[in-house]
């Protein structure tokens, strides 16, 4: 088949089917110009989980660890090996995904929300958003956000994630409470 195809690649048929390969690789084997669907690596219950869910976690890890250690440079942050602490193949961080999906699917289940009320409320207790007075400075907060290289609409949504998370996890653990009426009848019943 290949000699075929080199004994007549000066061929008009062969360079049009090439062009048609090409085409095809261009527009729906490589993701399109246009940037393409995003790649799903995992889907729990139905809902995706795409790549670059994962590139914003380990985007995440890398904030705080810049957090942790301001004068760290990219020589030393590259010295960390934090690809190898969030490695992309590794089952834990795979079950972590999967576990923080199943977390907020449940939360939506159940019917537990953020209001924008508390999200504000918890945006504005930040101290690094206040100015001098220290009184909430949106433009402070901009700022902020841009300088973690990232977007107050992504900030928002992970924060808004963590408060269902944080809200769900208090539900599960708080304890029950029974009157006292119903525990001296279940003692008297046994």
Known sequence: ??????????????????????????????????????????????????????????????????AQYPDLDAAGLKAMQLKQQLPFRSPHYFHFLVLENLIMQEAKRVGIV????????????????????GKFDPDAYVRVIKAQRNTPGNFEAELRNNMLMNKLRADVTAGAFVPEAEVRDLFRYE
């Open 114 to 133: 953020v209001t924008p009320v508390e999200l504000r409320k918890l945006i504005e207790s930040f101290p690094a958003f206040h100015n001098a007075e």
């Open 1 to 66: 088949m290949l000699d075929l195809i080199r004994a007549n690649a000066q061929s008009w048929g062969v360079k049009i089917a090439f062009g048609i390969i090409i085409l095809v690789f261009v527009f729906w084997g490589v993701g399109g110009l246009t940037g393409g669907p995003s790649t799903v690596i995992l889907t729990v219950n139905g809902e995706p989980i795409t790549i670059q869910e994962f590139q914003r976690k380990y985007e995440q890890l890398e904030q705080q660890v810049r």
